[in-house]
């Protein structure tokens, strides 16, 4: 671990400071009375919880009896302090938790890992060829002009505009060997999977225009997702970034695969028209009944047995997500992430928000993660695409296999909001080890006697 600099030492230490000052204040301001409102918060917050499992595994009235109880319990509590005349003493308790927070976060982003992944010189290129899906993100390649764009930059577009299934990475195939030295993709990470695959079994320059809903890959790459055509200036002025692939049982993914009740999701036919009410539709069978394959596995040393969702990614997410849907500081670690959720009452939702503390949640990272199942097929979300997987499914990663061409200018990853780790902010607030008093050194000031 790199030694704590000065500022990250005093951002760690008013963190403590003023997460003890949020205490004191209530204590020395409430009394006696403060115990009776830790327990009045302590019991909203347990109710809060409780209520928002009700409404996952719960469907009709009961889960608009669980939603009104969720957002009353918060509301209850604030109208108990302010009936005790208290309610500017958890302002300013409040305002120095936030102090807390932010110093805190902001001392471990700073001695985090460096984010940036080493950028190497383009390659030239003289034949790009990019294939684009008129119909990802709501009609993104029209609405941001990204053919006229493209071909004004001297690249060769072509789209997938048949009524019927293309199969893209025949197509990138065939681009390569008619003479594209560059391929591309303006479209969802699905397709960006299949052709970043070919791009990098040919090893060719690969470039990622997010021209589809979510794009994380574009995201960890440091893109601009609001504006793809950003994506193009690479073709003019670019770099290039070596990032790792992954691939589940045979076919290639570049941001997870997923099992269990997130891929019974991704596979409902109304999930892509409705996501949202899709998830709450099926949750409460997934999570309460878990009507699917019964999942098993294991990455490394690690087993999972009869996880609820299990998703493996490339490279691991933050300490934080357990869902997919954050961020990754490194796309070139040379690893699969491995997160096992095994959910079963309110306690262990809860203690999801523990991160790796959970009882209800591991989390691992291995450079192979195998999963069985108790069928001989399984379904499984690739890239947020619905497919059916031959168990056992081996999911592995290629180290840098992939060859990332990317714009120099763009707005880059920024740090990821770290967990609270207390007692890591505990030892970044101790001074150095070189000037901690060793205990061994003569009153005059002189070297110590050799024993």
Not at 212 to 240: C, I, K, M
Not at 270 to 279: I, V
Request: proline share 8%.
């Amino acid at each position: 671990m790199e030694p704590t600099t000065r500022g990250e030492r005093w951002l760690a230490r008013a963190c403590l400071a003023a997460a003890a000052a949020a205490v004191l204040v209530l204590v020395l301001s409430a009394g006696l009375r403060t115990i009776g409102l830790f327990l009045v918060g302590l019991a909203g917050l347990a109710v809060t919880v409780v209520a928002a499992w009700w409404a996952l595994t719960r469907r009709g009235l009961s889960r608009a009896l669980a939603v009104l109880l969720a957002l009353a319990a918060p509301v209850w509590v604030v109208l108990a302090y302010a009936g005790a005349r208290l309610a500017w003493v958890v302002a300013v308790s409040g305002a120095l938790w936030a102090v807390a927070v932010g110093a805190g976060r902001g001392a471990l982003t700073r001695a985090g890992p460096p984010v940036a992944m080493p950028e190497h010189p383009a390659p030239p290129v003289r034949h790009p060829v990019l294939i684009m899906n008129p119909r990802s993100g709501g009609g993104k390649v029209e609405r941001f002009a990204l053919v006229e764009r493209a071909e004004a930059l001297g690249a060769q577009v072509l789209l997938l505009t048949g009524p019927g299934e293309t199969d893209v990475a025949e197509l990138a195939r065939k681009a390569a060997a008619e003479g594209a030295d560059l391929l591309g993709v303006a479209g969802g990470d699905g397709t960006q999977a299949l052709v970043a695959d070919v791009a990098a079994s040919l090893g060719l320059p690969f470039l990622v225009i997010p021209a589809g809903t979510r794009n994380h890959f574009a995201l960890d790459l440091g893109l601009d997702r609001d504006d793809p055509s950003r994506a193009l200036e690479a073709l003019r002025d670019g770099v290039e970034l070596r990032v790792d692939l992954g691939r589940a049982g045979g076919r290639p993914f570049v941001n997870n695969v997923s099992f269990g009740a997130y891929a019974e999701v991704v596979q409902s036919p109304s999930y892509r028209d409705g996501k949202t009410r899709t998830t709450l539709e099926l949750l409460p069978d997934l999570l309460a009944g878990h009507r699917g394959a019964r999942l098993s596995g294991h990455a490394g040393g690690t087993a999972f047995h009869d996880p609820q969702a299990l998703l493996v990614s490339n490279n691991p997410y933050g300490t934080g997500d357990i869902a997919g849907l954050g961020r990754r500081a490194r796309l070139d670690g040379g690893e699969l992430g491995a997160v096992a959720v095994a959910v079963a009452n309110a306690g262990q939702a809860a203690g999801l928000l523990r991160g790796r503390r959970s009882p209800g949640l591991t989390r691992v990272t291995a450079k192979e993660v195998v999963v069985g199942a108790d069928r001989p097929h399984i379904p499984a979300g690739l890239d947020g695409e619905a497919v059916t997987l031959r168990v056992p499914v081996h999911c592995e990663v290629r180290p840098r296999a992939l060859r990332v061409l990317v714009p120099r200018d763009r707005p880059g990853t920024r740090p990821l909001r770290p967990r609270l780790d207390w007692r890591r902010l505990f030892r970044m607030t101790l001074p150095p080890p070189h000037s901690r008093p060793t205990g061994r050194h003569r009153a005059d000031g002189g070297r110590p006697a050799a024993p």
